[in-house]
């Protein structure tokens, strides 16, 4: 059963935009912070963004920081990654993720890199061509 689904990946240029969009069921979109990450070929998967539940707060990794833009839409169970100026090492698959929580000792915020997640979609392909 597909609790979170990705779309809005493809190919384009250098340069280009592309806006990655993420539907889950109301419950799972509910459940806390959400976010994306992606993995590029033989490489880790990375954090990418992040949002708090009730999106006011937002928090991105260096190598995205001023290009995407991660925003959510509480009426529509959706989260989005808008994607400006891409490079050919934004390629990915991109993965949206819901349910963000934290085991830690220590307090940070519901967008810190340090969170878990508990649902996951299957990822969208990203390829930026130059």
């Known amino acids: 059963q597909v609790q979170l689904r990705e779309s809005g990946g493809g190919l384009v240029q250098v340069g280009a935009s592309l806006r990655l969009s993420c539907t889950a069921s109301e419950h799972i979109f509910s459940s806390g912070a959400n976010g994306w990450f992606r993995q590029a070929p033989e490489k880790d998967r990375e954090f990418v963004a992040a949002?708090?539940?009730?999106?006011?707060?937002?928090y991105y990794s260096d190598s995205v920081k001023g290009r995407f833009t991660i925003s959510r839409d509480n009426a529509k169970n959706t989260v989005y990654l808008q994607m400006n100026s891409l490079k050919p090492e934004d390629t990915a698959i991109y993965y949206c993720?819901?349910?963000?929580?934290?085991?830690?000792?220590?307090?940070?915020?519901?967008?810190?890199?340090?969170?878990?997640?508990?649902?996951w979609g299957q990822g969208t392909q990203v390829t930026v061509s130059s």
């Open positions: 993720a819901a349910g963000g929580y934290y085991t830690g000792a220590t307090y940070v915020t519901e967008v810190d890199p340090k969170y878990e997640y508990d649902y």
């Open positions: 949002i708090s539940s009730s999106g006011s707060n937002t």
